[in-house]
């Protein structure tokens, strides 16, 4: 009897889930968490005058952090400077799309699959127009930390550097069932968020280069993360099994 009602329940519950006002208060919902978060946490902060340079400069940059941290990234952001990210055009990329939009943020949709080449378009506009963007290069499925080659590519094409961006926390809950083991922060808290210093990549640098810059990267997000465990008391998330790199992108010129 049971079984049947949640068949015929939901069907409702899934369209529900997909209009524009459940949408919207998830959304509403998971901006307040993470304000909360940012404003009881005691953070310390490491190299974000790094991107703050670049902004003050009116530099572009490409910002980079693995899926299992996006949650926080906002709020580390600057209000007074421009920054554009490129999310996926489903029901849960719609949900982000408004936590950002309540931060300040522009978002660019698309993905490997849908609207890519249009997403590749403007993502590359944001650069040429001194507007920084943000790519999370393990997203949306994975492998879990491991870098697409994606930021590598608009990072070669407009001259733009690359900033990773990491964090971890105290006290927080992993999901340990979830492909990229999100970490999510509890209130009145204590944390660490490492940027990178900025990474360029000639303009002239062959295939094989760009191949060793996007393992660099890398090794250097998975790195700040490792230390950044490691100084909250945790076992390192460590990535997921390695695959080819994925090929996300469109080349426009």
């Known amino acids: 009897m049971i079984a049947k009602i949640k068949s015929k329940i939901k069907p409702y519950l899934k369209k529900l889930y997909q209009t524009d006002f459940i949408l919207n208060l998830i959304s509403l919902l998971i901006y307040a968490y993470t304000r909360l978060i940012y404003k009881t946490t005691k953070w310390q902060i490491i190299d974000r005058e790094n991107i703050i340079k670049l902004w003050e400069q009116k530099q572009s940059f490409i910002l980079v952090g693995w899926h299992g941290r996006a949650l926080m990234y906002s709020a ?60 999370i290069p393990d997203g949306p499925r994975g492998p879990r930390m491991h870098m697409s080659e994606s930021p590598i590519y608009y990072a070669h094409k407009t001259g733009a550097p690359i900033i990773g961006i990491t964090y971890s926390v105290k006290k927080c809950k992993i999901m340990e069932k979830a492909w990229d083991k999100m970490m999510i922060p509890y209130p009145f808290n204590e944390g660490i968020c490492i940027f990178s ?57």
């Not at 522009?106 to 590359?124: D, F, P």
């Not at 900025?198 to 998975?222: C, F, G, H, V, W």
Request: aromatic share 6%; glycine share 6%; net charge positive.
């Open 76 to 135: 580390f952001r600057d209000y007074r400077f421009p920054l554009n990210a490129l999310v996926s055009l489903h029901k849960d990329g719609r949900i982000i799309a408004g936590v950002l939009e309540r931060y300040g943020l522009g978002t660019i949709g698309g993905s490997s699959n849908k609207n890519a080449k249009a997403a590749a378009l403007n993502l590359m506009n944001s650069l040429k127009d001194n507007t920084a963007i943000c790519i």
């Open 197 to 253: 210093n900025p990474i360029y990549i000639p303009q002239d640098a062959s295939e094989t280069d760009l191949e060793k810059y996007r393992l660099m990267i890398e090794e250097m997000l998975n790195k700040n993360s490792f230390e950044a465990d490691i100084a909250m008391g945790h076992q390192p998330i460590l990535p997921g099994t390695a695959c080819k790199p994925k090929h996300d992108k469109k080349k426009e010129k």
